[in-house]
C-alpha cells in the first residue's frame, strides 16, 4: 500500500526568503517520487521527479527536492521565495499496485508569499 | 500546453443527467489517468487505461465509466450526476518524464 502526507495545508513565506514544503511517503515498493504545482484555475505542472538516480534532485524554477530513505520523506525546498511560486503544491508517490504504477496524491500545500 | 488536451473547460448540467469529457493524451502515451479534484476529497484517483484496456480502478463510483479508443483518447462518462460530483476533473497521460496532465474539465451539477 502507498500514502503520501504533506505534513502542512498551509505556509506562508516573505518573498526571498526559503521555502520547505515538507512530504513524508509509505510504500511498498522502492517509488518513484514527484512534486507538481498547481497554480490558481491552473492545471498540474511537474515539479520535479525522483526515480532512485539521485537522492537531490533539482527541478524548475529553483526548487529542488531530497529523498531521504530512512526518514520516508521528500521535502521540497527552494533557497528565495518568489511572489510567483503563491500556488497549490502536491507531493506523489507512484507505486505499483498489481500491474500498473498509479500516482496518489497528497491533500497538498498551500503556498502563500508575502511581499 | 503541456500536450494532453482535455474538453470541454467547462461544463454545466443538472441533477440527473449524463456527461461525457473527453482526453486525449500527450503524442506516443499510451497510458491515460482519470482524477477527481474536490475541495473535500483532494485529488482522488479514478481510473487507468493503457492502450486500450482497463489497468487499475481506484475510487470510481458504478455511475462513472471510462473506455479508452483505439486512438488512445479516452472518454468519462459520469451518469446520474449528483450535486456532489461537481468537481474538477483531470486526465494524465505518462511518458519517460512522468505524468503530464491536461488542465482539467470544471464540472459544477446544478
Known amino acids: 500500500a502507498q500514502s503520501v502526507t504533506q505534513l502542512d495545508s498551509h505556509v506562508s513565506v516573505s518573498e526571498g526568503t526559503p521555502v520547505l514544503l515538507r512530504c513524508n511517503y509509505s510504500?511498498?515498493?522502492?517509488?518513484?517520487l514527484f512534486w507538481y504545482v498547481q497554480h490558481p484555475n491552473k492545471g498540474l505542472q511537474l515539479l520535479l521527479k525522483?526515480?532512485?538516480?539521485?537522492?537531490l534532485v533539482k527541478g524548475i524554477n529553483g526548487f529542488e527536492a531530497e529523498f531521504k530513505k530512512s526518514e520516508t520523506s521528500f521535502h521540497l525546498t527552494k533557497p528565495s521565495a518568489h511572489m510567483s511560486d503563491a500556488a497549490e503544491y502536491f507531493c506523489?508517490?507512484?507505486?505499483?499496485?498489481?500491474?500498473?504504477?498509479?500516482?496518489?496524491f497528497g491533500r497538498g500545500t498551500s503556498l502563500i508569499v508575502h511581499p | 500546453d503541456s500536450g494532453v488536451t482535455q474538453t470541454p473547460k467547462h461544463l454545466i448540467t443538472a441533477t440527473g443527467q449524463r456527461v461525457t469529457l473527453r482526453c486525449s493524451p500527450r503524442?506516443?502515451?499510451?497510458?491515460v489517468y482519470w482524477y477527481q479534484q474536490s475541495l473535500d476529497q483532494g485529488l482522488q484517483f479514478l481510473i487507468q487505461?493503457?492502450?486500450?484496456?482497463?489497468?487499475a480502478k481506484g475510487n470510481i463510483l458504478e455511475r462513472f465509466s471510462a473506455q479508452q479508443f483505439p486512438d488512445l483518447h479516452s472518454e468519462l462518462n459520469l451518469s446520474s450526476l449528483e450535486l456532489g460530483d461537481s468537481a474538477l476533473y483531470f486526465c494524465?497521460?505518462?511518458?519517460?518524464?512522468?505524468?503530464?496532465f491536461g488542465s482539467g474539465t470544471r464540472l459544477t451539477v446544478v
Open positions: 503524442s506516443g502515451d499510451l497510458s
Open positions: 494524465a497521460s505518462e511518458g519517460a518524464r512522468g505524468y503530464t
Open positions: 487505461y493503457y492502450n486500450g484496456e482497463e489497468r
Open positions: 525522483y526515480t532512485s538516480a539521485a537522492t
Open positions: 510504500s511498498s515498493y522502492s517509488p518513484s
Open positions: 506523489v508517490v507512484s507505486d505499483r499496485r498489481g500491474g500498473s504504477y498509479i500516482p496518489t
